[in-house]
C-alpha cells in the first residue's frame, strides 16, 4: 500500500496556520515575562498557577520518550485520549463526506466523536471470540473510509485482538489505523508502539486513567510518526494540558515501579475473582481477559446488574450491546470490594 500523509489530511487543515501562544514564540525560561497577560502577582490559591503551562509539554515527553523507545517528537500529549481520537476524526475526515470504521462490540467515543464531527461511521463486527474479521474490514472500507479504530486489550471484551490481523490491516489500508491500547499495561502481549517505525499509518493510543491510577488528570497519550504527532500539534487547543496534570504526570513518570506493582496486584486480584467466578454456575461464559475487568454473561444481565446495584455494587450492564447478550462487565476492586462482590454474587445464586 502507500500512504501519503499530506493526501490524507483535510485540504482545510493542511492549509491552515496554527495558533502561536505566547509561550510558543519566546521560548526562555527566564526573563520578565510581560508577554501573555497572566497575573504578575500570583495566584489566588496557595499553589502558584498564574502563569500558562508548556504547550507541547516537553518535560513530560522527555520522560516517558526513552520508557516508551519512541523519540519526543513521536509523543502527542491529550486532555485524556478522546481529545486525541477527536483531533485524528476532524484532521483527516471531511465532515459529511468521510467515513470511520469501528469494529463493535468496542468503545463508545469512536462512535460519538464521529457524530460530533458530522462523519459518518461504518462497523465491521468483531468475530463470535471478538477477533478481527479482516474480511468483514475490508468489505466495509470505501475510498472515503479514512480512520479504522482497533481497541486492543478491547472494550468492553477484555481481550486483546490478533496482531497478525492488525498488521494485516496497516499494510492494506491505506488510511490511519488507530490502535487504542488503554488497557494495554494489563496485557502480556507487547505494545504496537514497538512496530511505529514499519507502519507509517498506525497511530497507538495510551492513557493515564486505568493502570496508572490518573483518570482525573485527564491525561491520554497518542504515539505516531513525527508527521503525525505535527498535524495533531498544529490543531489541538493551545495549553490543552493544565500545569497540575503536568506535575502530577511528572511525578507519576517517576514512579514507574509503583505503576507495575499495582498492576500485579490487580491482576491476582482478577485471578482471584475469575476463579471464585468459575463456582458460580449461573455465569455462562466468563471471557478471556487482558485487561482489568472482566466480562461474564448470564441468562438475564440487566437482572444480575439490578440485583448488584441493590447492594450497592456498581458494575457496567452491557447485555443490549452487538455479540454481549447477557453480559456483564466487572471492573476489579480491590481486595475486599472483590470479596463483597462475590458475597453478592454467591447469594444471588441460592
Ligand atoms: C478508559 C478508556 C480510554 C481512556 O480514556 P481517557 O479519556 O484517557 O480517560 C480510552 N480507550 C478505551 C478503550 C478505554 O476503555
Redesign the pocket.
Known amino acids: 500500500m502507500s500512504f501519503s500523509l499530506d493526501q490524507l489530511l483535510r485540504e482545510n487543515i493542511k492549509n491552515m496556520k496554527p495558533y502561536s501562544s505566547a509561550r510558543d514564540e519566546y521560548k526562555g525560561h527566564e526573563g520578565v515575562f510581560l508577554d501573555a497577560n497572566e497575573n504578575s502577582l500570583g495566584s489566588v490559591i496557595k499553589k502558584a498557577v498564574n502563569r500558562y503551562p508548556d504547550p507541547l509539554q516537553w518535560d513530560i515527553k522527555k520522560k516517558l520518550a526513552p520508557i516508551k523507545q519512541v523519540d519526543s517528537s513521536q509523543i502527542f500529549l491529550g486532555n ?3 481529545e486525541p481520537i477527536d483531533l485524528l476524526i476532524r484532521a483527516f475526515c471531511n465532515p459529511g463526506k468521510d467515513r470511520v470504521l469501528i469494529l463493535p462490540p468496542t ?1 463508545g ?1 469512536y462512535e460519538v466523536s464521529a457524530n460530533l464531527n458530522d462523519v459518518k461511521i461504518d462497523e465491521a463486527p468483531l468475530t463470535t471470540d471478538f477477533d478481527i474479521n479482516v474480511m468483514g474490514v475490508m468489505n466495509k472500507i470505501t475510498p472515503d473510509t479514512k480512520i479504522i479504530f482497533v ?1 486492543s486489550p478491547n ?1 468492553p471484551t477484555g481481550n486483546i485482538v490478533s496482531r497478525d490481523k492488525i498488521r494485516h490491516l496497516l499494510k492494506m489500508f491505506q488510511g490511519i489505523v488507530v490502535v ?1 491500547e ?2 494495554i499495561d494489563f496485557s502480556k502481549e507487547p505494545s504496537f508502539i514497538t512496530e511505529l517505525s514499519q507502519y507509517p499509518n498506525l497511530v497507538v ?1 495510551q ?1 493515564f ?2 493502570a496508572w491510577g490518573l ?1 482525573a488528570l ?1 491525561l ?1 497519550v497518542a504515539y505516531a510518526s513525527k508527521e503525525i504527532i505535527g498535524v495533531l500539534n498544529k490543531i489541538k487547543p493551545p495549553y490543552n494540558i493544565n500545569q497540575l496534570t503536568q506535575e502530577a504526570a511528572l511525578e507519576a513518570l517517576n514512579n514507574v515501579e509503583l505503576k507495575n506493582s499495582m498492576v500485579e496486584k490487580l491482576l491476582s486480584e482478577r485471578s482471584f475473582i475469575i476463579d471464585q467466578f468459575k463456582k458460580l454456575n449461573y455465569i455462562l461464559k466468563i471471557y478471556p481477559t487482558d485487561s482489568n475487568f472482566v466480562l461474564i454473561k448470564v441468562p438475564n444481565g440487566k437482572a444480575l446488574y439490578d440485583y448488584l446495584v441493590m447492594n450497592k455494587i456498581i458494575t457496567r450492564d452491557r447485555s443490549k450491546v452487538l455479540l454481549c447478550d447477557g453480559c456483564v462487565r466487572i471492573t476489579v476492586g480491590t481486595h475486599e470490594e472483590n470479596c463483597m462482590l462475590l458475597q453478592a454474587m454467591i447469594k444471588y445464586q441460592n
Request: charge should be neutral; glycine fraction near 12%.
Open positions: 485524556g485520549s478522546d468503545y467515543m481497541c472494550n487504542d488503554a488497557y493510543l492513557t486513567s486505568k483518570a485527564r491520554g
